[in-house]
């Protein structure tokens, strides 16, 4: 089935751990983008893509590193995880004109 | 930067009625995106309805409609004939149209539906 598929569905670290929470799309999207939601939050944008080899960041991206070596695939790495990297991730993609953005099922991650 | 702003944290309605989520948004853009995303208990995040702010004509798709306020910077979404599927979390999200604008959601609110 055609859209944005996330892995892993949950995670739990410990602190100061490293992970990669991997993002991939068969839709032929430019733009992908990640998303961290929390309680009372809403979502808020992390790093985002328009192209392969182009990223750049959001509003929150310390802590996070992103690669965009394909048009399908954007992972999102934790380098050293922190308590505060406890959290729902979303990744979305759309077309250019992002009008319609399609989102994965997200990622839990707890980090202890 | 731009806002959104979803002032109810929660709002209840009874199945078969009507109910009416509040959304403003601050914007020096006079071209932009707003749409309202549903996120059910399965995380899932579903597009709702979508407004384009040069279109005057408010949007609709079936039972959900909006109010779209531009001179106020108002965008409410209405449920009419609310069911029980209706049950979620909505976020309400602004996009300006240049090409480096970014999707800025509201911090939510959650809609419980009630026999």
């Known amino acids: 089935n055609a859209g944005v598929t996330q892995t892993p569905k949950f995670q739990v670290l410990k602190t100061g751990q490293s992970m990669t929470l991997q993002c991939a799309q068969d839709?032929?999207?430019?733009?992908m983008s990640w998303y961290r939601q929390d309680p009372g939050m809403g979502l808020r944008l992390i790093h985002y893509?328009?192209?392969?080899?182009?990223?750049d960041q959001g509003e929150v991206p310390n802590g996070y590193n992103v690669s965009r070596s394909t048009t399908e695939d954007f992972p999102l790495r934790l380098l050293s995880a922190a308590p505060s990297q406890t959290s729902v991730y979303f990744c979305?993609?759309?077309?250019?004109?992002?009008?319609?953005?399609?989102f994965g099922s997200g990622t839990r991650l707890t980090v202890v | 930067a731009q806002t959104v702003t979803q002032s109810q944290p929660e709002m209840s309605v009874q199945e078969a009625e009507t109910v009416t989520l509040s959304c403003t948004y601050d914007?020096?853009?006079?071209?932009?995106?707003l749409f309202w995303y549903k996120q059910p208990p399965s995380r899932q995040m579903i597009l709702v309805i979508r407004?384009?702010?040069?279109?005057?004509q408010n949007a609709t798709e079936n039972r959900f409609s909006v109010n779209f306020q531009k001179a106020a910077k108002s965008f409410s979404l209405k449920i009419s004939d609310s069911q029980l599927g209706d049950a979620a979390m909505y976020f309400c999200?602004?996009?300006?149209?240049?090409?480096?604008?970014?999707?800025?959601f509201g911090t939510g609110t959650r809609l419980q539906v009630t026999l």
């Open positions: 407004q384009e702010a040069y279109k005057q």
């Open positions: 839709m032929n999207h430019e733009y």
């Open positions: 999200a602004y996009r300006s149209t240049g090409t480096a604008s970014k999707l800025t």
């Open positions: 979305a993609s759309s077309t250019a004109g992002r009008t319609n953005y399609t």
């Open positions: 914007t020096s853009e006079s071209d932009y995106y």
């Open positions: 893509s328009v192209g392969a080899g182009i990223t």
